[in-house]
């Protein structure tokens, strides 16, 4: 994808994620009769301007971010052509609130909305059976490419749904229903208890696409290329253990290292070879890198009107889970804020991938940007919508508002280290894309 259209989708996705975010604040403005002067997209130098009415809407030359220009913001502001009641500071503390609050609940509004319809328009990947578990209880019923319809009656749509059901078997039978070629087929299968995991399993590896055994791209700088691996070789045994898909590949070999070497057996036109993947000090992951293996294809299932809505919550729930497990992880150490934390860059790099890759898996993007917007700006750190209902609920307790000087000293301070941190995460976007 050229870097023209990666900025423009880039430019688009800032649009629409400002609007909807600005355009909650301002319709909550509006409703409570507060006097907007602007509705701004972008910040800067004015680029287009319309009036309507009272307000001017603006397109501006930073496309990153935006406002609306209330009357009294600041609080020493005087203009005699505007009612006093229509300033923001003569609202009540609730009402200030509700519109610090709109922009974010508006860009949660959305990534509910865009879930439903990225659900409705692309459906939803059925689960595969990646692979399954020798030994385990699913491995003489089900084969890798099975399709997962159903277990004990409920619809299964992702790997939560599955453990859910099979966990509230509580090691009882759960019948199966899957879909092998074009036949629909019904299994009982007996759920074992693993005390390592504390948890059932039947046994197999879930997965939104089944990987076959056979290459089908090898990057030049892989250990299976240096092997003498190339695209094509069906694999059909690492370390002497037989395999049939990506997955067993991938877990046999987890299961042999650390080692200094592995040896691996692949099919070449008709013929079998045998070769060494030199592993010393590496781990799977490293051993695999630049390994891509053909696959069964992705099979799509479309919603229906109340199911869809049903599913949209379900992915908006687990975008929170996911931004929550992203906050725990960077408290605790255990996730880097400079490896994980994005800036323009970054994000115009990542919607172009997912625009390559799809309307489905773009809008998933979309919907979880738009979570992540919302989310950041409820956090009471100054000059975000957080802080501004931090100061109103602050009033509410002490009765009082905060003195105008000094709350508006603490929102300038806050937006420059704002815009020090964009800057500083900018800077390690760019580094990333030289090393």
Avoid: C
Wanted: net charge negative; no cysteine; glycine share 12%.
């Amino acid at each position: 994808m050229s870097a023209l259209l990666t900025l423009l989708i880039f430019l688009g996705t800032i649009l629409v994620l400002v609007g909807v975010h600005e355009g909650g604040h301002f319709l909550a403005a509006k409703l409570s009769g507060v006097y907007v002067k602007e509705f701004a997209i972008g910040f800067g130098p004015r680029l287009f301007g319309i009036r309507r009415g009272e307000t001017r809407y603006s397109i501006r030359a930073i496309p990153i971010g935006g406002y609306v220009s209330m009357a009294g913001e600041d609080r020493t502001e005087k203009d005699e052509e505007i009612p006093e009641d229509r300033f923001l500071y003569s609202k009540p503390p609730l009402t200030r609130i509700g519109i610090s609050v709109a922009g974010p609940i508006m860009n949660l509004a959305m990534t509910l909305f865009v879930a439903v319809i990225g659900l409705w328009a692309f459906g939803l990947p059925l689960l595969q059976v990646g692979d399954v578990m020798p030994g385990m209880p699913a491995a003489s019923v089900l084969e890798p490419g099975d399709r997962i319809l159903a277990v004990s009656g409920e619809p299964i749509y992702n790997t939560d749904a599955l453990d859910r059901v099979i966990q509230a078997s509580g090691g009882a039978p759960v019948e199966v229903t899957f879909r092998r070629g074009g036949t629909v087929r019904h299994a009982a299968i007996t759920p074992t208890y693993d005390a390592s995991e504390g948890r059932y399993l039947i046994g197999i590896y879930p997965s939104a696409v089944t990987y076959t055994n056979t290459l089908s791209a090898l990057d030049p700088s892989s250990s299976f290329y240096a092997a003498g691996l190339r695209a094509g070789d069906r694999i059909v045994s690492v370390a002497g253990t037989p395999v049939d898909t990506g997955i067993g590949v991938a877990t046999t070999l987890d299961g042999e290292l650390p080692a200094d070497e592995v040896t691996v057996r692949a099919v070449r036109d008709g013929s079998e070879e045998t070769v060494t993947l030199k592993t010393a000090g590496l781990s799977s992951t490293q051993v695999i890198q630049g390994v891509t293996f053909d696959d069964l294809g992705i099979a799509y299932h479309r919603p229906g009107l109340s199911e869809g809505i049903a599913l949209g919550a379900g992915e908006f729930a687990s975008y929170v889970r996911l931004i929550a497990g992203w906050f725990h992880g960077l408290i605790t150490g255990q996730v880097s804020a400079r490896t994980s934390v994005a800036g323009p860059v970054g994000i115009a790099e990542l919607l172009g991938t997912g625009a390559k890759e799809g309307g489905s898996v773009f809008l998933r993007l979309l919907a979880y940007l738009s979570l992540s917007f919302g989310i950041l700006n409820l956090i009471p750190f100054p000059a975000l919508d957080g802080s501004r209902a931090a100061f109103a609920v602050y009033e509410i307790v002490r009765g009082k508002p905060i003195p105008p000087e000094r709350e508006g000293m603490i929102h300038l301070i806050g937006f420059a280290i704002l815009i020090a941190l964009m800057l500083l995460v900018t800077f390690n976007d760019i580094s990333r894309l030289f090393r």
